[in-house]
């Protein structure tokens, strides 16, 4: 965690503690305390523990940071009651807004000080015990799902059959360490939109630098969910968000030239209309890493090597192959009980030829087949036309044939060159925040000309499980770290027309 994430945190702690110190010193004298214990940071917290007779040791709470944001408004909240303030509306103010409800209660004449004393004969009704443990419960979850876990529901097939449609699972943020919010205002519990509207369910009035605490390096192999790199600008329709991400549709609309497919979709912003997302409110996606940074990874027929060296697939990966199985016959009973193949899906299909079909297989169920004396090779019935990352004249690469392709790591100076620029560009410009840009084979960083970089991040490469129906890195190029949310741990329920009780509380592998 660098020096200047640490004094960011402190920082806002400290404001969260001084700017009511306006008000809360015309407070202190009306409670008896000199007024310039207000102005010292911290103790004055202490001084109105102490006068409202509560226990000290919540003011070395306040350090722990993140957290101590929430304790210093519970420290004003029994502060007020000293004053008689005692209405939800009275605690909401003192709790947000200290720093212009204090000089009220400060200078008002009709506010006095009525003491711990006078605190205690209120009671509070019913009503306000239930919302108060509600607010209680809200802070503590919000606290448990950005620091220890959170819920993640699978959307789609991309990480079949590792992880199906409607799997509930719980992600580790422990796993690469927790995460602080870059967005902290923000409806509890809703991610980037108010559930039923197309508005945002967050403001950016407040914005924090990328800060990780306990940081733990992403491993190859790893299930990840992560928040997706080219979600940050989208087109704000149900037909659309990161389904048909915008960087897509502009390449298409431009015939291949984005600035004329986003000069088209600008001057229909009524049509297509654009919302735009900090890294931590883009949507969620999951897949596995691949590749970390500083390997060096490519595609062949849709086996993925590492820095030279095949990789195996994982187990319950998907890809579609020809099954020659010499003279017998495959019926979808046989293939869904002895090889988990789901034919429903169409994934089990028998070609012009006898004997020869072309089945969507796990890495499991090939290996038993090939065991069964079938003969498995991939399948070339399976259409691999899209273009893929990076969308330039220089990289001729497909779904299934991919790389090879460095994968930048921190620290790391890489040369410039007209062949990789359109590779890392984005990873220059955008996620590590530059001016950058190429101009007649020449390169130019923040107005000045370079042929080099030095990276700022470990970056990775996501891919899904189900090869050839996945849209992953393949597409999009990297991860950076600051979009890693945590780790895929359990499948904690799982549902189709009913539970699959096979599936509860497996742990992702």
């Not at 690469?176 to 108010?194: A, E, K």
């Not at 369910?201 to 800060?211: A, E, F, W």
């Not at 990289?395 to 790389?403: C, E, L, T, V």
Request: glycine share 6%; with cysteine; net charge positive.
């Amino acid at each position: 965690m660098p020096l200047s994430h640490v004094l960011t945190v402190y920082l806002i702690s400290l404001l969260l503690v001084f700017l009511p110190s306006f008000g809360l010193a015309k407070m202190f004298q009306k409670a008896g305390v000199p007024q310039w214990k207000a102005f010292v940071p911290f103790y004055n917290t202490w001084v109105m523990q102490e006068l409202a007779h509560r226990p000290k040791h919540w003011v070395f709470w306040q350090l722990i940071p993140v957290i101590g944001w929430f304790i210093t408004p519970g420290i004003f909240i029994e502060w007020v009651k000293l004053f008689g303030r005692f209405t939800f509306g009275q605690h909401t103010l003192a709790a947000l807004f200290a720093p212009f409800y204090f000089p009220y209660l400060g200078y008002s004449d009709n506010v006095r000080y009525i003491g711990p004393e006078g605190a205690r004969r209120y009671v509070k009704p019913g009503w306000r015990e239930w919302v108060d443990a509600a607010i209680f419960a809200i802070v503590a979850a919000t606290l448990i799902r950005t620091f220890i876990f959170e819920a993640y529901t699978i959307p789609s097939g991309s990480m079949e059959k590792t992880l199906l449609v409607n799997d509930f699972l719980f992600v580790s943020k422990f796993s690469y360490g927790p995460r602080i919010p870059n967005t902290p205002l923000s409806i509890p519990f809703v991610h980037n939109y108010i559930p039923g509207t197309d508005k945002k369910s967050y403001t950016t009035l407040v914005q924090l630098p990328y800060t990780r605490w306990f940081a733990s390096p992403v491993e190859r192999g790893d299930v990840v969910v992560f928040n997706f790199p080219a979600g940050d600008t989208v087109i704000n329709l149900p037909d659309y968000q990161s389904a048909r991400p915008y960087y897509d549709l502009i390449r298409m609309l431009g015939n291949g030239n984005s600035d004329e497919g986003r000069k088209y979709l600008l001057e229909r912003s009524d049509q297509f209309p654009l919302a735009i997302h900090p890294p931590d409110k883009t949507d969620n996606y999951i897949k596995r890493c691949t590749a970390v940074a500083g390997d060096s990874v490519q595609v062949i027929n849709n086996t993925v090597w590492i820095n030279g060296r095949q990789q195996p697939n994982p187990p319950y990966s998907l890809i579609k192959y020809q099954v020659v199985t010499n003279g017998q016959t495959l019926d979808a009973v046989t293939m869904e009980e002895q090889y988990d193949v789901d034919s429903d899906k169409a994934e089990f299909t028998q070609t012009n030829k006898p004997f020869v079909y072309n089945i969507v297989l796990s890495a499991k169920a090939k290996g038993e087949m090939e065991k069964a004396g079938y003969k498995v090779t991939p399948s070339t019935d399976v259409p691999d036309g899209s273009p893929v990352f990076p969308y330039d004249k220089y990289h001729s690469w497909s779904r299934d044939n991919f790389g090879a392709v460095w994968v930048p790591k921190k620290g790391v100076v890489m040369q410039l060159t007209p062949e990789n620029y359109s590779i890392y560009e984005r990873a220059i410009r955008v996620y590590e925040h530059n001016d950058f840009y190429m101009k007649d084979g020449r390169f130019f960083l923040n107005g000045k000309e370079t042929t080099s970089y030095q990276f700022k991040m470990n970056y990775y490469w996501m891919m899904g499980d189900n090869r050839q129906g996945s849209q992953d890195s393949r597409f999009w190029g990297f991860v950076p770290e600051d979009r890693i949310v945590g780790k895929a741990w359990l499948i904690w329920f799982s549902y189709e027309g009913g539970p699959r009780w096979k599936r509860l509380f497996n742990i992702v592998k």
